[in-house]
Structure formats: C-alpha cells, structure tokens
C-alpha cells in the first residue's frame, strides 16, 4: 500500500524560504511520476514541480527560477525547496506518485489527473 506523507509547511513572510517533504512508502514501481501539486479552495488543483523517475523534471511557470524538486532515492524522500515564496504561492501541497512508462517526458508527469496516489498535503501561508 503506497503512503505519501508531506511535512515542512508553515507560515512564513514572503521573500523567505521553505523546504518540503514528502516521505514515500509501500512504492513497488521502478518507472513513475511524482511531483507537487497545490490547491487553494475554489480552485482547480495546480501542477507545481514534477519528476520522472528517468531525471527529467518539469516546473510550473510561476514557479520556475524560484522551487527546486529533487529526490533521495536511498531515503524514498521527495524534496521541494521553495525560495522567494510569494504571497500568491498560498495553498495546501501534495505530493502524488504514480507508475509511468520509461519514455515519458516530464511534462506528461505534470497532469494531476495521472496520478493514483496522493499525499493529505502541507499547508503553506506566506504573508506580505
């Protein structure tokens, strides 16, 4: 049974930094998808960073240039570094898995309806 568990969320001013986590358990499969993904209520939920499990890694544009995703494989953890947060970058974030295919481009990874698995999610409040 996949487990997706987030950590690292808060509150924080807006210029500053934050480090997600998503912690990974039960995933069998060797190819995948994972990525990041952040909902604001009323809203549609809304790609962040993606990974494919080949190395290849796509980032929303509002985030490009200031998020960076990575992986460590050895400790199943799936990283988000959000620098220059914005007030707009406000919202719950979940991490979500998914067995994929081996010639994927990561972009494919970035539609949240792929996904089979997801995390509860995070909270992130930035303040102005």
């Known amino acids: 049974q996949v487990q997706l568990v987030e950590s690292g969320g808060g509150s924080v001013q807006a210029g500053g930094s934050l480090r997600l986590s998503c912690a990974a358990s039960?995933?069998?499969?060797?190819?995948?998808?994972m990525g990041w993904f952040r909902q604001v209520p009323g809203k549609e939920r809304e790609g962040v960073a993606v990974?494919?499990?080949?190395?290849?890694?796509y980032y929303g544009d509002s985030v490009k240039g200031r998020f960076t995703i990575s992986q460590d494989n050895a400790r199943n953890t799936l990283y988000l570094q959000m620098n220059s947060l914005k007030p707009e970058d406000t919202a719950m974030y979940l991490c979500a898995a998914t067995p994929s295919q081996t010639f994927i481009s990561a972009d494919y990874c970035y539609r949240p309806g792929i996904y089979n698995h997801w995390g509860p999610g995070t909270q992130v409040t930035v303040s102005s």
């Open positions: 990974i494919h499990s080949g190395g290849s890694i």
């Open positions: 039960g995933v069998t499969y060797r190819v995948y998808c």
